[in-house]
Antibody
Framework: QVQLVESGGGVVQPGRSLRLSCEAS????????MHWVRQAPGKGLEWVAV????????FYADSVKGRFTISRDNSKNMLYLQMNSLTAEDTAIYYC??????????WGPGTLVTVSS | DIVLTQSPATLSLSPGERATLSCRAS??????LAWFQQKPGQAPRLLIY???NRATGIPARFSGSGSGTDFTLTISSLEPEDFAVYYC????????????FGPGTKVDIK
């Protein structure tokens, strides 16, 4: 069965960096685009970034463009999100989600990132 | 940018009642509108994609409809496990591909 498991969250100081990981299993990872979606505490969902199935293209929400980088390693079935210059507004649960013809059909349980001094 | 609004913000109903949730786009969007359910402490779950197609394993009491700027999620008869927050989601740009979610509707027990 499809499984996505995020890791790498934690408490980080403003201005610092953090890298999130998402381990995928149960499906042909290299055949699917992947997204990161985040949710601030008590708030709604915000799309963050997408990466093409082969890693050749990446796109970002304006709120993270220039600070976050999405990448993947298809040989390891891994998705990543490198987050730099973090601010309190980046505090959220970060979910990885699989793209199936434009729909987000499977989600991981999420990993919490807290940006605080 | 296309903005999705959802109404009402909160819907208070009893089990067995019908729930009608609205999602409105600021301009006409494609049929690639989706609905998600989220329960406290859980990840969102895909319910409906492409306006009216139920995702795998989703009960028939969930249905979606709409076109243009107005879309609806209907739960025909609420079960206890349906009390949750519901989000609509749309791809708002073909190129570059950009996506957005509505602010959500909370369905709680009356």
């Amino acid at each position: 069965q499809v499984q996505l498991v995020e890791s790498g969250g934690g408490v980080v100081q403003p201005g610092r960096s953090l890298r999130l990981s998402c381990e995928a299993s149960g499906f042909p990872f290299s055949s699917h685009g992947m997204h990161w979606v985040r949710q601030a505490p008590g708030k709604g969902l915000e799309w963050v970034a997408v990466i093409w199935y082969d890693g050749t293209k990446q796109f970002y929400a304006d709120s993270v463009k220039g600070r976050f980088t999405i990448s993947r390693d298809n040989s390891k079935n891994m998705l990543y999100l490198q987050m730099n210059s973090l601010t309190a507004e980046d505090t959220a649960i970060y979910y990885c989600t699989r793209d199936q013809v434009g729909r987000f059909d499977y989600w991981g349980p999420g990993t919490l990132v807290t940006v605080s001094s | 940018d296309i903005v999705l609004t959802q109404s009402p913000a909160t819907l208070s109903l009893s089990p067995g009642e019908r729930a009608t949730l609205s999602c409105r786009a600021s301009q006409s969007v494609s049929v690639h509108l989706a609905w998600f359910q989220q329960k406290p402490g859980q990840a969102p779950r895909l319910l409906i994609y492409d306006t009216s197609n139920r995702a795998t394993g989703i009960p028939a009491r969930f249905s979606g409809s709409g076109s243009g700027t107005d879309f609806t999620l209907t739960i025909s008869s609420l079960e206890p496990e349906d009390f949750a927050v519901y989000y609509c989601q749309q791809r708002i740009s073909d190129w570059p591909p950009l996506f957005t979610f509505g602010p959500g509707t909370k369905v709680d027990i009356k």
